[in-house]
């Protein structure tokens, strides 16, 4: 089933389906150019960079910062752990100073105030010296934990540092032996826990760890049971770990601190969402701007013209080219017109210079060449002494491309190649004389003509011409108009009639608006003009039905077709003329 059209829905919701089909229809990529839709993907393209950007920087900031928190931490860890053991050797050496040798009452006395007078240090024994009593602060009983590991000499060869554990294994401490010299050993242990805990920031506790080991590698403390954080796990997957390690100076221990990447990433978890919101807020934005943009450019000359080419806007108008000796037709001129959807009609003046600066002059012509040959090939097939003038722009001498263009419309066309003629004019120089000159024997060699329009108005001097080889010459409008109100304008036309014979070309004279004007032109030997004082440039129809109503087919057959002559009349004085006119 079709969907039912606007004109066919009534009502309010009919009203409202309306809307909407409006605003999609603006809405709609199909409208978006190639700028435009070159905007949105550049403005796509710096969102990506910046929304990139941003985050690399996040990441960065997030990596340098937690590895200052852990530097920081390891700092803190091996402080706590030397104050700790210092505090132990402190009392071992008050006990030592009190001479505690032996596991009597008063030693024991001495060793529960040593511990009890400290904070790390969880028990303080004695060995005697024939090592088969041991006494700790809370009489003769066995020591908290054993050593697990080598003994460490500190910086005093008569101190040792071993790891230790409880028999359960559930709990790690230091073990400081002092050999007192008698045989007799001061033991202190302190608990692993007194070193590590609670110097992880909160939110890095559970997956973070931070652990002190003894030079072997041993652990003394840990911040965590277990799997200590991945910090045993393989190389590859510590990649993904931040941490920081720290030899002490003064005691044979060492700390690390880790925590997973992952974790560091989590407190950037809301910034991050905030940049891709953004990103996403700048990308629409981004997309939005770039599309009203492209609307505005379509909506812009540049486009409306490409716009136009597509739909089909640009047609020829046809102006006759009257023999006046004969009053018969020789041709006429294509002059293009644009036909707005709306039906006015604009004259070239209004947009034909931008259709040049945007390199769109050539598509137009393109057109405008097609447009002729369907117009006017069956009437100019049967009247074959009938010539059309196309005006070409500057950029056509700049590339023999012209020449394939009318080719290819011309070429199978019932047009003979004979009844062209191509106009360059003399307003503006052109740019590559020998290219130019390449396009125009082109032109010639398939039998076509080339004019110099707008003859007199620019600065192309004689040899110019003779180099060109041109075949027609085109006397401007400012110079017809002159005749019989400006004095200076006839011996113009005068020595571009010399020119003219002196080169072999034909001439045409434009704009001629009065008898007086024609009478003058005669009388220079002059056969060929244009202008309102016949017609101005008609549509293709008007131009047909005036045509076929000057040639009809039946006095073709009669009369043998003239061509455009060459100058070959006398020219008149120019002296009496002169003084008439003045
Ligand atoms: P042009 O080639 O010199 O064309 C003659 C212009 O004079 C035309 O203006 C025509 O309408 C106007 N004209 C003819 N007889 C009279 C007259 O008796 N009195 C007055 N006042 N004007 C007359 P139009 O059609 O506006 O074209 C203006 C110019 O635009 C043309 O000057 C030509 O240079 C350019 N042009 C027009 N069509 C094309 C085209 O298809 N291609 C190129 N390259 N240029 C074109
Ligand atoms: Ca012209
Ligand atoms: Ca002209």
């Not at 812009?300 to 490409?306: D, L, Q, S």
């Not at 010539?387 to 950029?395: G, H, Q, T």
């Not at 707008?454 to 409008?477: N, P, R």
């Not at 202008?531 to 009809?552: H, Q």
């Amino acid at each position: 089933m079709k969907p039912p059209r606007d004109d066919e829905i009534e009502g309010s919701f009919g009203r409202a389906l309306r809307a909407v089909r409006g605003l999609a229809g603006s809405f709609s990529l199909g409208s978006l150019s190639i700028v435009g839709l070159s905007i949105v993907v550049a403005g796509l393209l710096i969102t990506a960079l910046l929304v990139g950007g941003g985050q690399w920087l996040l990441l960065r900031n997030a990596r340098t910062n937690a590895q200052a928190t852990l530097d920081n931490i390891s700092h803190r860890m091996i402080g706590t752990a030397e104050q700790a053991f210092d505090e132990a050797l402190t009392a071992m050496t008050g006990l030592a100073v009190q001479g505690v040798s032996r596991c009597t009452d008063a030693s024991i006395d001495h060793l529960r105030r040593a511990v009890y007078a400290t904070y790390a240090v969880k028990e303080i024994g004695l060995t005697e010296a024939d090592g088969s009593t041991y006494c700790n602060h809370l009489g003769i009983a066995p020591p908290h934990m054993h050593a697990v590991s080598d003994a460490f000499e500190g910086r005093n060869p008569t101190i040792h540092f071993r790891a230790a554990e409880t028999e359960d294994g559930a709990t790690t401490g230091t073990m400081i032996s002092w050999d007192q010299g008698d045989k007799t050993v001061l033991v202190a242990i302190i608990l692993g826990r007194a070193l590590t805990a609670d110097l992880l920031p909160e939110e890095w506790r559970a997956s973070g760890a931070a652990v002190i080991r003894l030079d072997d590698g041993t652990l003394l403390s840990s911040s965590q049971r277990g799997d200590e954080a991945g910090l045993d796990k393989t190389p590859a997957v510590r990649s993904d770990i931040v941490e920081a390690h720290l030899h002490s100076e003064r005691y044979p221990i060492h700390v690390t601190v880790a925590v997973p990447f992952e974790a560091v990433w989590a407190e950037y978890a809301s910034l991050h969402s905030y940049t891709q919101f953004g990103g996403f807020l700048l990308a629409f934005f981004v997309v939005t701007i770039a599309f009203f943009m492209s609307r505005n450019s379509t909506d812009g000359p540049i486009n409306e013209i490409e716009r136009a080419i597509r739909n089909d806007e640009f047609l020829p108008y046809y102006q006759p080219v009257v023999d006046i000796r004969t009053g018969r037709l020789e041709g006429c001129e294509a002059l293009i017109r644009w036909k707005k959807p709306d039906g006015t009609v604009l004259s070239p003046g209004a947009f034909i210079g931008l259709a040049e600066a945007t390199g769109l002059a050539v598509p137009m012509t393109r057109l405008l060449m097609e447009k002729v040959r369907s117009d006017l090939e069956q009437i100019y097939h049967e009247r074959p002494h009938l010539k059309v003038s196309i005006n070409l722009f500057r950029d056509h001498f700049d590339s023999i491309d012209i020449t394939e263009d009318v080719e290819r419309i011309f070429g199978k066309s019932k047009i003979r190649y004979r009844q062209l003629v191509f106009e360059v004019t003399e307003r503006e120089p052109l740019a590559d004389l020998d290219t130019a000159k390449l396009v125009i024997r082109r032109l010639q060699s398939f039998g076509a003509r080339v004019a110099l329009d707008d003859a007199g108005t620019g600065h192309s001097g004689l040899a110019y011409l003779q180099e060109l080889a041109m075949d027609v010459l085109k006397i401007d409008k400012l110079f017809v108009d002159a005749i019989g109100t400006n004095r200076f304008a006839a011996p113009i036309i005068h020595s571009l009639v010399g020119i003219a014979r002196n080169c072999q070309m034909s001439v045409i004279a434009e704009g001629v608006e009065t008898l007086e004007q024609i009478e003058y032109l005669k009388a220079l030997g002059i056969s060929a003009a244009q202008g309102y004082v016949f017609a101005p440039p008609l549509p293709a129809a008007a131009f047909l039905k005036l045509a076929t109503a000057m040639e009809p087919l039946k006095y073709q057959s009669l009369v043998e077709p003239p061509d455009i002559d060459f100058i070959d009349a006398p020219l008149p004085d120019l002296g009496s003329r002169t003084r008439r006119a003045a």
